[in-house]
């Protein structure tokens, strides 16, 4: 254990942590302000109390992501001071405007939506949630404008006499064709999550029978949104495949353990092998289908990870450039695989709805909640892809991980702080998860009711 590894984990554990919360706060905020417009425009209270239900839970969900999310800015300048230092002045750019713009327009618009209902114009009130949610789409687009740059730099040029790079094409680096992309799948992935969330209580609730027509509607919702959000993570998904190949070709044949170059490309639905021994001993192969989803026809061509590796040792100097095989082969089946039963399970919503609500078909619903956790480790194997799969760089082709930590970090100093965010993320998480579960259950009818039950009494008692 030295200090690029401790801060590697440190690194990788609190955004995955934090990046548990973010996709379900990026969709739900839609679902609430589409809930609340349908309110405003009908006037069918029913609607409102979706609004009131589901931004609860919105609400919770942020709050949590806001608190795990801050500890990954000190960690750019703690333990990654020479990344920060030599690609500050790009990467710095889009963070600033995340947290100054982005940010700050979702909380103090977040807090007049909570506070604002009954006091302000009901326009107003639901101009304040929909700003909320453009807010948290700003905020993911300048984070993924950065990240996209680690992943495909644009737009800079090397200083050599201050030995780093600076940003020279602002309008590069905000139209990289890696940021958008990644932008377009976390969007997709973030209206995904919260469709599977909404539908995963809607089922528990109406096999309990409570809230019948409340839990249809968020439902129904859900699922003519969901079926399109998971399709749109697919074609994501597949544009980002012809990208890699691109411009991190050694990702993509990484992440299907393709160790020689093959024209036309097999799809590995599995293999066994030494995943650091340079070669497969069995694998299960699919002909053609990988040169289809990397190119668009079923002939092109693919370099191996044998091929790539003396390529790279050609152009950058001696080293390992290939990233650790078992994660990128097995987060990405992972990744599909979740989304493939995602799918069926929106077409199995949209069944329940066109065939309006069979008897037969409605009993399977009582394992529905279980799916909400699909979209949830789709997400965080992909995340795992994305920046495993970059290795050795932290900057593809600029900037190797180990030249990018601290220089003055011991090995007792990241231990404890790491440590420390396990301890500590492990109880929000748990938090969190409590929270949601607790406020999922509640029957709004009955939450209503009780409400107005004890209005009289304390109205009467001289308050």
């Known amino acids: 254990m030295d200090p690029v590894i401790l801060s590697r984990w440190q690194f990788g554990i609190t955004i995955i942590y934090h990046f548990f919360f973010v996709p379900l706060t990026l969709g739900l905020g839609f679902f609430v302000a589409i809930m609340q417009t349908m309110y405003h425009r009908t006037s069918d209270e029913t609607y409102n109390k979706m609004a009131k239900f589901w931004g609860k839970l919105f609400v919770i969900n942020f709050a949590m992501g806001v608190v795990t999310g801050i500890v990954q800015e000190f960690q750019f300048g703690m333990n990654w001071s020479e990344y920060s230092r030599y690609v500050g002045d790009i990467f710095g750019a889009p963070l600033a405007i995340e947290a100054l713009l982005a940010f700050f327009l979702e909380s103090t618009f977040l807090g007049i939506w909570l506070f604002g209902e009954g006091k302000l114009p009901r326009w107003i009130h639901l101009a304040s949630i929909w700003i909320v949610s453009i807010g948290s789409l700003l905020s993911a687009f300048f984070i993924l404008v950065a990240n996209g740059f680690m992943q495909h730099p644009v737009g800079y040029?090397?200083?050599?006499?201050?030995?780093?790079?600076?940003?020279?094409?602002?309008?590069?680096?905000?139209?990289?064709?890696?940021?958008?992309?990644?932008?377009?799948?976390?969007?997709?992935?973030?209206?995904?999550?919260?469709?599977?969330?909404?539908?995963?209580?809607?089922?528990?609730?109406?096999?309990?029978?409570?809230?019948?027509?409340?839990?249809?509607?968020?439902?129904?919702?859900?699922?003519?949104?969901?079926?399109?959000?998971?399709?749109?993570?697919?074609?994501?998904?597949?544009?980002?495949?012809?990208?890699?190949?691109?411009?991190?070709?050694?990702?993509?044949?990484?992440?299907?353990?393709?160790?020689?170059?093959?024209?036309?490309?097999?799809?590995?639905?599995?293999?066994?092998?030494?995943?650091?021994?340079?070669?497969?001993?069995?694998?299960?192969?699919?002909?053609?289908?990988?040169?289809?989803?990397?190119?668009?026809?079923?002939?092109?061509?693919?370099?191996?990870?044998?091929?790539?590796?003396?390529?790279?040792?050609?152009?950058?100097?001696?080293?390992?450039?290939?990233?650790?095989?078992?994660?990128?082969?097995?987060?990405?089946?992972?990744?599909?695989?979740?989304?493939?039963?995602?799918?069926?399970?929106?077409?199995?919503?949209?069944?329940?709805?066109?065939?309006?609500?069979?008897?037969?078909?409605?009993?399977?619903?009582?394992?529905?909640?279980?799916?909400?956790?699909?979209?949830?480790?789709?997400?965080?194997?992909?995340?795992?892809?994305t920046e495993s799969g970059r290795q050795p760089w932290i900057v593809q082709g600029l900037l190797r991980v180990e030249d990018g930590v601290s220089p003055n970090l011991t090995n007792g100093m990241i231990l404890f702080s790491l440590i420390g965010f396990f301890v500590l993320y492990s109880v929000l998480i748990f938090a969190d998860v409590y929270l949601l579960a607790k406020f999922a259950r509640v029957n709004p009818d009955l939450e209503i009711k009780e409400s107005e039950d004890i209005t009289p009494s304390i109205s009467g008692s001289g308050y």
């Open 157 to 385: 040029v090397i200083n050599d006499a201050a030995n780093r790079a600076e940003l020279v094409d602002f309008l590069a680096l905000l139209s990289n064709p890696k940021s958008l992309l990644l932008f377009w799948h976390t969007i997709s992935s973030g209206f995904a999550t919260a469709a599977l969330f909404i539908l995963g209580i809607s089922s528990w609730h109406l096999v309990r029978k409570q809230a019948d027509r409340f839990f249809k509607k968020s439902f129904a919702l859900a699922a003519i949104i969901g079926v399109i959000a998971v399709a749109s993570v697919g074609l994501a998904g597949h544009s980002q495949g012809q990208e890699m190949r691109k411009y991190q070709p050694m990702k993509l044949a990484a992440l299907e353990a393709m160790w020689e170059s093959e024209q036309p490309a097999s799809f590995s639905l599995l293999t066994i092998g030494d995943m650091t021994g340079k070669k497969e001993v069995w694998s299960l192969r699919i002909p053609y289908v990988m040169s289809f989803l990397a190119c668009n026809n079923f002939s092109c061509g693919l370099q191996g990870v044998n091929a790539l590796q003396s390529e790279y040792q050609r152009e950058y100097g001696p080293g390992d450039y290939i990233p650790l095989m078992v994660v990128t082969y097995w987060s990405f089946r992972l990744m599909v695989g979740s989304g493939l039963v995602m799918l069926v399970v929106m077409f199995y919503a949209l069944f329940l709805l066109w065939k309006k609500w069979p008897e037969k078909w409605v009993k399977w619903l009582k394992w529905m909640p279980l799916v909400i956790g699909l979209p949830l480790l789709a997400n965080s194997t992909g995340w795992l892809l």
